[in-house]
Structure formats: C-alpha cells, structure tokens
C-alpha cells in the first residue's frame, strides 16, 4: 500500500487508465494479462525482460514511451500529462 502523497494520486491515475486493462496489481481491480504482473515491480532489479535498472528514471521513461525504448514491444505509448507521469511513476516504485 503507498503512502507517498504521489504514489497514492499514481495508484488512482493508474487504475484510471488503460495501464490496468493490461497488468494486474494484486489486491487492486487491475487485473489485465497482456502485460507482465506488476505487483512487485517495485522490488525487481529490472523491466522490461532484463533491458533497463529498476529506477525511478527508467519506470518514468518506458512508461512515457515504451515504443522508443524496446521498439516493437507490445505496449502502446498511454497518453499522459507529466503529473499522472511523475505519480505513476512513483506508485509503481512503491510497490515493492
Ligand atoms: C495494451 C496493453 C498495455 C497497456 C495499456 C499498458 N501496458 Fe505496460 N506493458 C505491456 C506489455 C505487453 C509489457 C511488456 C513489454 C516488454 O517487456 O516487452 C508492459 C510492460 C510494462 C512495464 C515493465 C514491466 C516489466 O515487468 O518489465 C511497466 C512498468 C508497465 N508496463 C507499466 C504500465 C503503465 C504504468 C501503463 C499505463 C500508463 C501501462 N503499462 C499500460 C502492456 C500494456
């Protein structure tokens, strides 16, 4: 569960968007399975199948832009303002 003031408002944007049609998060309504589960993303050393350092920066970075970093990959570019970037960021380091 965040706490952080931006991982919580992270956590509501996420669910908001597309993200959770596509990931689960255990014990939240996101439960897609088209894209890795991400209930523990915080923890895990990388993403994206071993290509980027688990950091704030490389969550933020593939999630603005996923095509760019691993062109082909099945994940689409989701809109989103530099806010809901930044807090959604934050709620996927949270979740440990
Ligand atoms: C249409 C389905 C889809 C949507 C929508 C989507 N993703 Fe993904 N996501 C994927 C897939 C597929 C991958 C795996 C890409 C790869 O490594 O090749 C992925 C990978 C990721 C990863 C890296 C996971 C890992 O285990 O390495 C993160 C973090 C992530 N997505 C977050 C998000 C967030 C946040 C959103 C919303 C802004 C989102 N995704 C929207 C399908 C989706």
Redesign the pocket.
């Known amino acids: 569960m965040p706490t952080d003031p931006d991982a919580v408002a992270g956590k509501v944007a ?1 669910l908001s ?3 959770a ?3 689960t998060v255990r014990g939240t309504p996101a439960t897609g399975t ?3 589960d ?1 209930t523990h ?1 915080g923890s895990r050393q990388t ?3 071993g290509l980027f350092e688990t950091t704030h920066g490389s ?1 933020a970075a ?2 603005a832009d996923p095509q760019t970093l ?1 062109p082909g ?4 570019m ?1 809109p ?1 303002n530099s806010v809901e970037l930044r807090n ?1 960021s934050a709620y ?1 380091e949270s979740l440990k």
């Open positions: 996420f968007k597309p993200c049609a596509c990931h088209t894209g890795p991400l993303i993403i994206a199948a969550l593939w999630i691993k990959n099945n994940m689409p989701v989103l959604i996927m």
